[in-house]
């Protein structure tokens, strides 16, 4: 737990959330009464073996009514009875968490304790000897801020998600929280205690992209995951990443892209888009698609991560910084989401991706205590010369 800042990560539940309020404004009083009732929860919590709440690092985020409605209807089922499900599928523990009925799926929850090459990882996977994470450039027990993340960076179409709002992301990442829960339904080889992990809204689904062929998604559908990939320069989007939905009113196949624990990840190494291959992604954005692209602004996007409580750690952030300025800069020049992203992506195991040659080249080119800024401007600097190339349009 001592990593990934977990242990400065205060819980607040609803109900405690208003003490936390005024903790927060410096008031002695409200202190004590607020960590008496803290205690009396946890004792009540471990007396019972039943804890679920939100994990709030700034009280001034608040969580939307359809997150705290995931949460108490899934804390309603836990109280009901109803155990976790283990997930068959993924290499982590993900847990499906049901409503108080026992018939309807809520929610999946994934501790980072069971993440892959973590400690409790209940697949028997080796554990990480560095902390390494099964993909380069990640770190083991990250995988839940990374989850949220994705959600908190899936802007809105039409703006931009300051707080947790209600709107459907322009990607549609289901809402996701970090949230603490304690249940002896998960995997506890050392004794019961609370997990950290993130919780996620369970989406209906009638399969993934595993199951069936690219040709019936909309170009749309997938274009929306093209941009959040190559935006957080996922590397572990494969096809069973990607659920199917269906739209209510006209039953077209909609993609729900999920299980975000690799992005944002500190090299472009293991950088893999399922996508990139696919039809749809040989097709131009959508005007639309080039307006949101545009209206993205990774300093914006850190700042935000950043007010929900990860201070992003600056190879991550500038990870961010370099695919937000490769996407956009590609869209100006025409490029479309294959163009794009062949950049981001490894041909071979060992031959690097044209992004990772960027990066480089940009790292001899300036001294080692640079500020970021230069740093940047390098990158921009050699990315342009690269489109430049690859487009056939040469300005000088
Ligand atoms: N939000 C969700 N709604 C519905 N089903 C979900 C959701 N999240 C996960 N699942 C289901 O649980 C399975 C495991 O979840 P997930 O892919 O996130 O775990 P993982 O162990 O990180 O997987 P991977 O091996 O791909 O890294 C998924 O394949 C999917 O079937
Ligand atoms: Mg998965």
Known sequence: MSSAGVSTLS?????????????????????????AI???????????????????????VELSSEVWDMIDTTYDGLDNGNSPIRSSEGTGGAYFMLDSTGQKYVSVFKPIDEEPMAMNNPRGLPLSLDGEGLKKGTRVGQGAFREVAAYILDHPMGGRRSLFGDDKGFAGVPPTVMAKCLHEGFN???????????????????????DMGPGAFPVKEVHKITVLDMRLANADRHAGNILIGREKENDQAVLIPIDHGYCLPTSFEDCTFEWLYWPQARQPYSPEVIDYIKSLDAEEDIALLKF????????????????????????????????IGSLMCRESLNKESVIEGIVKAALDSVLPCTSEATFMDAVSEIMDQHLDEITGNYNS
């Open 38 to 60: 803290e205690q009396i929860m946890s004792r009540k919590a471990l007396d019972r073996g039943l804890l679920l709440e939100p994990v709030i690092v700034n009280p001034k």
């Open 11 to 35: 819980p607040v539940s609803r109900e405690t959330f208003d003490y936390e309020r005024k903790y927060d404004a410096g008031k002695e009083d409200a202190r004590r009464e607020y960590e």
């Open 308 to 339: 929900h409580g990860w201070d992003l750690p600056l190879e991550c952030a500038r990870t961010l910084r370099i695919s937000t300025m490769l996407l956009k800069k590609g869209v100006e020049k025409g490029m479309t989401p294959f163009a």
């Open 188 to 210: 506890h080889p050392e004794g019961l205690t609370a997990k950290f992990g993130s919780l996620q809204m369970f989406m209906e689904n009638n399969g993934s992209c595993e």
